[in-house]
């Protein structure tokens, strides 16, 4: 058995990873199906490894929906980012739940999940997603 000094893990693979979180974006648009009152609420994450998607659907009843308190939070993860640092902001967002509206975190870790950490390879069909997202949109928030 071997026994790492502990600055060795502050050197670790994970601890070294860092990418650039350049912007999350939320879309709000209104539900397609004839019976659904409500909105389909996408955000979408660009970074310098991918992108990364997730959405939720909001019931029209639904009055806690605030895009300044998601705004509020979501700024926090923009910027270069290690992995090990990304993981104690959520965990501390989450921590505070009571304070704020979960919705915001729980799209966020999920479209982080989808980031491929890959170069983006099809920018043509991101960004034409993008612009139909934007037109049919009653709501949008870019976070940068």
């Known amino acids: 058995m071997t026994i790492c000094p502990s600055n060795d893990f502050q050197n670790s693979p994970t601890d070294s990873m860092i ?6 974006e939320i879309f709000v ?3 397609l199906a004839i019976d659904a009152n409500g909105y389909r609420v996408c955000l979408r994450i660009s970074s310098s490894r ?6 939720i659907f ?3 009843a639904d009055i ?3 895009l300044q308190d998601w705004e ?4 926090t993860f923009v910027g270069p980012i290690s992995i ?6 959520i965990s501390s967002h989450l921590q505070q739940s009571t304070f704020y509206d979960q919705r915001a975190i729980y799209l966020f870790t999920n479209a982080l999940h989808q980031v491929n950490f890959l170069p983006d ?4 069909s991101e960004v034409d997603e993008e612009l139909i997202l934007r037109r049919r949109a009653v709501a949008y928030l870019s976070v940068r």
């Open 19 to 24: 990418f650039q979180i350049q912007r999350i």
């Open 50 to 55: 991918g992108y990364g998607w997730s959405e």
């Open 29 to 31: 648009i209104p539900a």
């Open 72 to 75: 509020h939070q979501l700024a």
């Open 58 to 60: 909001v019931d029209d």
């Open 64 to 66: 806690s929906f605030d």
């Open 84 to 89: 090990h640092t990304l993981a104690e902001q």
């Open 121 to 124: 390879s099809d920018s043509d």
